[in-house]
């Protein structure tokens, strides 16, 4: 066997460029870094055959002074940390001194700079061959320019590893997006084989900040964005998140930072994930733009070599806070929050301005584009109230009965009843009746419209259509029907103490010790839901009480499943998905079906209780349940104006 010894210089570095480089778009993610924690307000990218042939990042922030240019090249050697107390309250973009020693490397690499107030410029060259450098003055403005030639010339195995030129452009346009959404205050811009490619100017104001990030992403993601800005316990969540009905068949439209570090952490995705679980249609994925701030002593970045992944220190609070945060702005949507202004312009005509608290700058107009109202959590935004009723809306009671009575369905039902209801909803074949009482239609010109308008026709006994301020409206009276009967539903079940039933005989279920001690300290939690387990055993447990509507469910599964979740993540809401499900079958159930004949009444009360309940723009299957076509694009279709 050899004997043990110290490698070389260049192959320690050539092995952590393995974990830093792995592509072009690797080096411009690290070379940005960089210029940014150099207080840089403009950056330009060149790159030349996707990056692999040449990589020229410039920018004008501190720069560096001569006696450090050669040092800057050396393993572990940065200006960002000094003691173990900086690394574990980390404020800058860098801070492990690896970058520019792992791409000098594996390169050909340049690197000029000037400090601010030196009278001239220095330039450094290193080549992966030999790693020596040599220091040489140059011409250069205020400022630094990193030039990496020849990518993996001196690894030909990694090169072979390396895709088209397309692919790898393309990368490196990913990552430099990611960039340019973190910071608004710094001007980008990209050129690749010569072309310009994104000219981002410095966004200061909310509407400069909202047109970069259409630019970006798309004018149709901003169109349909809600705007978040919550702070509770010490954390503030900021940006953008989709509406449910712009959603993707993949996840490309996902960017999260925490602290401006763009990261990929499972507790923040499956948080979001919950958030839009009841609106989002299956095998969708959301779209959303947020930026989590909170202390840098509470969260770990330096987890991976490329630090795109962090480690909370108190991972349930900040599981919880995303959750409850983007659950309350998705529900607090209502139809009149999604109209579009009367003049039909989206974010590409419009000049309203936005502020990145929600709301209207001293001096600008205060509106919003099309689709993106300004998310407020615990209030309600329906315009129409049971107290502020008009003329032609509903009156304040239930106009749905319940299936096997023609009474209206009692609005508190117990959970006995509801779990009862259940077998009787799925037998039934009979549509829901509706009743509600006649009501006077204003007239044609009143401007005063609700905002889904008023009904006029019904259309194959399934799509109600209506008239507002802006056109013609759409409704599915199904889906519609079914997202306000699961809302009440859950709220009945809600305001009622959990009801649980006793197993005839236990179920003894095996675990891990880990799982059995999780178990154990969370007893109480499991009790408030409707389960009562016991320990056993080292490894086992006993499951002695469930709650009475989950008792077709398979509960062992279920409560691995929720201790799984507990151990990765802190929290488990399995036992309310499952409640959900069977609330969501009633309801669907219990419904307006097809074919069934409404009066203008009838259809005027279901689109009153749409503007007044939650999520109302989805069903409980994620399907859009109302769509609006403005007098404009009606126009359109019949080429008027031309």
């Not at 909170?294 to 970045?301: A, G, H, R, Y």
């Not at 584009?369 to 502020?388: I, L, N, V, Y």
């Amino acid at each position: 066997m050899p004997n043990i010894h110290l490698l070389s210089p260049r192959l320690t570095n050539q092995i952590a460029a393995g974990e830093v480089v792995e592509r072009p778009a690797n080096i411009v993610k690290e070379l940005v870094e960089n210029a940014l924690d150099a207080g840089a307000t403009r950056i330009d990218v060149d790159a030349e055959q996707g990056g692999v042939k040449l990589l020229r990042v410039r920018d004008n922030g501190a720069g560096i002074e001569k006696d450090d240019l050669s040092l800057a090249l050396s393993r572990h050697a940065t200006s960002k940390i000094n003691t173990l107390d900086d690394l574990e309250a980390v404020i800058t973009m860098g801070f492990r001194g690896e970058a520019l020693a792992s791409i000098s490397s594996v390169s050909r690499l340049t690197l000029t700079s000037r400090y601010q107030e030196a009278a001239e410029a220095w330039q450094v060259t290193a080549e992966g061959r030999d790693m020596v450098t040599h220091v040489a003055p140059a011409a250069h403005p205020p400022g630094t320019t990193l030039e990496v030639r020849d990518l993996f010339f001196n690894t030909p195995a990694r090169r072979k590893f390396l895709r088209t030129e397309k692919t790898e452009f393309s990368h490196l346009e990913d990552h430099l997006k990611k960039l340019a959404l973190s910071r608004y205050d710094v001007a980008f811009c990209l050129r690749h084989n010569n072309r310009v490619i994104h000219q981002l100017r410095a966004a200061e104001r909310g509407v400069e900040q909202e047109r970069r990030v259409a630019a970006i992403l798309s004018p149709q993601f901003i169109d349909n964005a809600l705007h978040v800005d919550t702070e509770a316990a010490g954390l503030l969540l900021s940006g953008w998140v989709a509406l449910p009905t712009f959603s993707r068949s993949q996840a490309d439209m996902q960017y999260f930072y925490v602290n401006g570090r763009a990261v990929r952490d499972k507790l923040v995705v499956h948080a979001i994930k919950q958030a839009y679980r009841d609106v989002l249609f299956h095998g969708r994925h959301p779209a959303f733009v947020l930026y989590l701030t909170l202390d840098p002593k509470l969260v770990d970045v330096n987890v991976h070599p490329t630090k795109h992944e962090v480690r909370f220190r108190d991972g349930r609070l900040v599981h919880d806070f995303l959750f409850r945060t983007l659950h309350r702005v998705l529900a607090d949507v209502r139809p009149s929050d999604q109209l579009p202004p009367t003049n039909g312009a989206g974010l590409g005509a419009s000049t309203g301005v936005v502020s990145t608290d929600g709301t209207a700058p001293v001096g600008e107009a205060e509106t919003r584009p099309h689709g993106q109202p300004t998310a407020r959590p615990g209030q309600d935004s329906g315009e129409f109230t049971s107290q502020e009723r008009l003329p032609w809306q509903a009156p304040a009671a239930n106009p749905y009965p319940s299936a096997n009575s023609s009474s209206a369905l009692d609005p508190r039902p117990s959970t006995n009843q509801i779990a009862n209801q259940l077998s009787a909803y799925e037998s039934m074949s009979k549509p829901l009746p509706l009743s509600a009482q006649p009501m006077a239609m204003p007239a044609a010109d009143d401007g005063d419209l609700p905002p889904l308008g008023l009904a006029v026709a019904q259309l194959h006994g399934i799509y109600i259509l209506a008239q507002n301020s802006v056109g013609l409206v759409l409704v599915d009276m199904h889906a519609a029907h079914e997202r306000i009967t699961y809302e009440r539903l859950k709220i009945s079940v809600d305001q009622q103490q959990v009801a649980s039933q006793p197993l005839l005989v236990p179920e003894t279920l095996a675990v891990s010790e880990r799982e059995a001690d999780m178990a154990e300290q969370h007893a109480e939690e499991f009790r408030r839901l409707g389960v009562e387990l016991a320990r056993v055993g080292p490894e086992s447990l006993l499951i002695r009480q469930i709650p009475v509507l989950l008792q077709q469910a398979v509960v062992p599964q279920l409560v691995t499943d929720m201790l799984g979740d507990l151990l990765e993540h802190g929290t488990s809401d399995r036992i309310q998905a499952h409640r959900n499900e069977i609330l969501s079958t009633m309801a669907c159930h219990g419904s307006v079906r097809a074919n069934r004949k409404l009066t203008i009444a009838e259809m005027n009360a279901l689109l009153r209780d749409m503007e007044a309940t939650e999520r109302s723009g989805q069903c409980n299957h994620g399907r859009p349940t109302w769509t609006q076509l403005s007098m404009t694009e009606l126009d359109k279709l019949f080429l008027r104006g031309r």
